[in-house]
């Protein structure tokens, strides 16, 4: 009699599990992580020193007697502090700063509040020949600034206002078809409902902009605040034309520190004391500076959200 074989029980060895090439890009990748990494760091500092490197020359030279102002050298030979003393003697230094921020804030403030009520009617308010006036509006950025220099002078010079200040800042009540744009953008992106909600509860046109569009949009406001007072701060143009009529201490600080790089020419009678307007240079941008460590958070915010909806 034979005895049948016990069936033996055969245990399937476990499926390979296949990576695919993930696998081998993920090792590829890890390999080329830090290399990366240092050619990366590598190219941003070398960028960070090219833009660092004038300021840096400028805060040198500061520091330098009248003889080594021009020597190239990022260590003065001689450190002369004293510069920063006697520049409020040689130039109506203070006069231009604050010349300078009056016009600046001025024309930033009257440009964000015009901006902002065109830019809000724009995306709220329903309208005939709503969107034939809006592309009229972007046509306007079109224009070189040179075609529009003339007529401007001539408005102002017909209002008796040559020699003044108002010309500076007085066209910021106008608005501007860059900030318009950018300003309907944060509009556009406001819920409907908000604005709905409160004309039912008896808000008016210029409460709805008040009361709920300028506060909820305030990243764009400071957006054009900050771009028209660095624009209105750097402005040389505009008081050489209006404000080359009185004494200097009426100037801005673009056309301050041109009026003492001639000053101190030897070719117009000066002595080359640059010294002094390099450290005028300086001092005038501290406050740029400040106003873009105040207003960087919202600057990044609003730049981020800025094309969230067309």
Same mark, same amino acid.
């Given at each position: 009699?034979?005895?049948?074989?016990?069936?033996t029980?055969?245990?399937?060895?476990?499926?390979?599990v296949?990576?695919g090439?993930?696998?081998?890009?993920s090792k590829?990748s890890?390999?080329w992580?830090?290399?990366?990494?240092i050619?990366r760091?590598v190219?941003?500092?070398?960028?960070?020193i090219?833009?660092l490197?004038?300021?840096v020359?400028?805060?040198?030279a500061?520091?330098?007697?009248r003889?080594?102002?021009?020597?190239?050298?990022?260590?003065?030979e001689?450190?002369?502090?004293?510069?920063?003393?006697?520049?409020?003697?040689?130039?109506?230094?203070?006069?231009?700063v604050?010349?300078?921020i009056l016009?600046?804030?001025?024309?930033?403030g009257?440009?964000?509040i015009?901006?902002? =009520?065109? #830019?809000f !009617? &724009?995306?709220? +308010?329903?309208?005939?020949?709503?969107r /034939?006036?809006?592309?009229?509006? @972007?046509?306007?950025?079109m224009?070189p600034?040179?075609?529009?220099?003339?007529?401007?002078?001539?408005?102002?010079?017909?209002?008796?206002?040559l020699?003044?200040?108002?010309p500076l800042?007085?066209?910021a =009540?106008f #608005?501007? !078809? &860059?900030?318009? +744009?950018l300003?309907r953008?944060?509009? /556009?992106s406001l819920?409907r409902? @908000?604005?709905?909600?409160?004309?039912?509860?008896?808000?008016?046109s210029?409460?709805?902009?008040?009361r709920?569009?300028?506060?909820?949009a305030?990243?764009?406001?400071i957006i054009?605040?900050?771009?028209?007072?660095? #624009?209105?701060?750097?402005?040389?143009?505009?008081p050489?034309?209006y404000l080359?009529?009185?004494?200097?201490e009426?100037y801005?600080?673009?056309l301050?520190?041109s009026?003492?790089?001639?000053?101190?020419?030897?070719?117009?009678?000066?002595?080359?004391?640059?010294?002094y307007?390099m450290v005028?240079?300086?001092?005038?941008?501290?406050p740029?500076?400040?106003?873009?460590?105040?207003?960087?958070?919202?600057?990044?915010?609003g730049?981020?959200?800025a094309?969230?909806?067309?």
């Open positions: 009699m034979s005895l049948a074989a016990a069936p029980q055969v245990t399937n060895p476990a499926p390979a296949y990576a090439p993930h696998a081998v890009q590829a890890r390999r992580q830090l290399p990366g990494q050619i760091w190219l941003l500092i070398l960028v960070s090219a833009f490197y004038p300021l020359w400028l805060l040198s500061s520091f330098k007697p003889g080594q102002v021009f020597d190239n050298k990022l260590i003065p001689t450190f002369q502090p004293q510069n920063y003393v006697d520049v409020w003697e040689k130039l109506p230094l203070l006069a231009w604050g010349n300078s016009i600046a804030v001025l024309s930033a009257l440009m964000t015009s901006s902002s =009520l065109v #830019a !009617g &724009f995306a709220y +308010f329903r309208f005939p020949f709503k /034939l006036l809006f592309g009229l509006v @972007l046509a306007s950025m224009l600034g040179a075609v529009t220099l003339v007529p401007n002078y001539l408005i102002w010079k017909w209002l008796g206002w020699g003044t200040t108002v800042w007085g066209a =009540l #608005a501007s !078809g &860059f900030y318009i +744009f300003m953008q944060f509009y /556009l819920p409902d @908000l604005f709905e909600a409160a004309r039912v509860d008896g808000c008016s210029f409460g709805l902009w008040r709920i569009a300028f506060p909820l305030l990243p764009s406001s054009v605040f900050i771009f028209e007072f660095q #624009a209105s701060w750097q402005n040389f143009q505009g050489l034309i080359n009529f009185g004494s200097p009426q801005t600080v673009p301050g520190i009026y003492a790089m001639t000053l101190f020419s030897p070719t117009a009678g000066g002595q080359g004391d640059y010294q307007v005028a240079s300086l001092v005038v941008t501290l740029m500076l400040i106003i873009f460590a105040f207003g960087q958070r919202y600057f990044i915010e730049v981020a959200t094309g969230l909806k067309g």
